[in-house]
């Protein structure tokens, strides 16, 4: 079939005329099948790239477009989270800072310098005492 259809496709129309008559309609035959083929693929190859311009690429940019609609809802709770953080950071520091105070008050001094009680009770438990 295909070596009929690329003779008929290669050769010229007096060429065609002077074949036997079942082999010249059965080479027009695979032709025109052949022919066919190639024009239903080509169809389908303009329908994907329709479906592509006409259809998706408006959908992605409508989403590219809610995208970029959300990023002041989504800054907005990132101002959020940093301003709880800095709050807990806060509130962190000076419990820390006021269990020091307390702890040297216990061991007698401003800030245990020494290995004394407190500082070597506490420096096993609590990495944030040696900084």
Known sequence: MKTLSAYGAGSKAPAL??????????????????????????????????????????????SAEERLRMLPPLERAAKLVAKAGRSWSTSWTWSIRRTRTWMSRRSGSRWPSGPGPARSRCARRCRWWRS
Do not use: C, W, Y
């Open 17 to 62: 005329d002077q074949l036997v008559e079942p082999r010249r309609t059965a080479t027009l035959l695979a032709v025109t099948r052949s022919l066919e083929a190639e024009a239903i693929d080509d169809a389908l190859d303009l329908f994907a790239l329709l479906m592509a311009t006409r259809l998706i690429s408006p959908t992605r940019r409508k």
